[in-house]
């Protein structure tokens, strides 16, 4: 059983078990931008290959119907439910690198994980629809990114859990809607 001191209010096993890798990424920001500048290109690579697919094959709007509940739901649980300091070791600054879906500017928004809730949305997607290369990719890019997040010191453990949790939620309520739209309205199988 862990016992935290009273002038601690939360432990992160993970932050502990990364500590080096923190302070490694610390001591140079060179890297430092390189390695956002990667995840933000993997979180691209998954936004852009999935508008792809959906351009040209056009199988359902689960997935817009559970972006458009996802992200709203985020910022409002961010600016009016739980506000949080960040973490003792940020180091999510703006690396100078464009990525067309990942915001790098100065936010307050640590709870829930979208970058977590995203690549679960876009990996139960690709699992829908059958697509186990893509299901894999974006397995792959949700690996790295939690890894990112986490020695970067830009979630908590449980900002992850929650974003994987209200992501699974949220892509079932998606379907639901998905089957007005795509069934009832236009018709579709």
Same mark, same amino acid.
């Given at each position: 059983?862990?016992?935290?001191?009273?002038?601690?209010?939360? #432990?992160?096993?993970?932050?502990? @078990?990364?500590?080096? %890798?923190? @302070?490694?990424?610390?001591?140079?920001?060179? #890297? #430092? $931008?390189?390695?956002?500048?990667? @995840?933000?290109?993997?979180?691209?690579?998954?936004?852009?290959?999935? @508008?792809?697919?959906?351009?040209?094959?056009?199988?359902?709007? #689960?997935? !817009?119907?559970?972006?458009?509940?996802? *992200?709203?739901?985020?910022?409002?649980?961010?600016?009016?439910?739980?506000?949080?300091?960040?973490?003792?070791? &940020?180091?999510? *600054? $703006?690396?100078? +690198?464009?990525? +067309?879906?990942?915001?790098?500017?100065?936010?307050?928004?640590?709870?829930?994980?979208?970058?977590?809730?995203?690549?679960?949305?876009?990996?139960?997607?690709?699992?829908?629809?059958? =697509?186990?290369?893509?299901?894999? %990719?974006?397995?792959? !890019?949700? &690996?790295?990114?939690?890894?990112?997040?986490? !020695?970067?010191?830009?979630?908590?453990?449980?900002?992850?859990?929650?974003?994987?949790?209200?992501?699974?939620?949220?892509? =079932?309520?998606?379907? =639901?809607?998905? *089957?007005?739209?795509?069934?009832?309205?236009?018709?579709?199988?």
């Amino acid at each position: 059983m862990f016992l935290l001191p009273s002038d601690v209010c939360i #432990r992160d096993l993970m932050f502990e @078990a990364t500590g080096a %890798a923190n @302070a490694w990424f610390g001591a140079d920001l060179d #890297r #430092r $931008d390189i390695y956002l500048g990667y @995840a933000g290109y993997l979180m691209d690579f998954m936004f852009i290959s999935w @508008a792809v697919y959906w351009w040209w094959r056009f199988d359902s709007h #689960r997935i !817009i119907f559970t972006l458009l509940i996802f *992200y709203p739901t985020r910022s409002l649980v961010q600016n009016n439910l739980c506000l949080m300091g960040r973490p003792e070791g &940020f180091l999510f *600054y $703006d690396p100078g +690198i464009f990525s +067309i879906t990942t915001n790098y500017f100065d936010t307050n928004d640590f709870y829930y994980s979208g970058h977590i809730g995203s690549c679960v949305m876009f990996v139960s997607e690709w699992y829908a629809l059958g =697509k186990r290369w893509m299901l894999c %990719a974006v397995s792959f !890019i949700m &690996f790295n990114e939690w890894l990112m997040l986490t !020695i970067l010191r830009t979630h908590y453990l449980i900002d992850f859990t929650s974003g994987i949790a209200v992501a699974l939620i949220f892509f =079932k309520l998606g379907e =639901k809607l998905d *089957y007005f739209a795509d069934v009832l309205v236009m018709g579709s199988p």
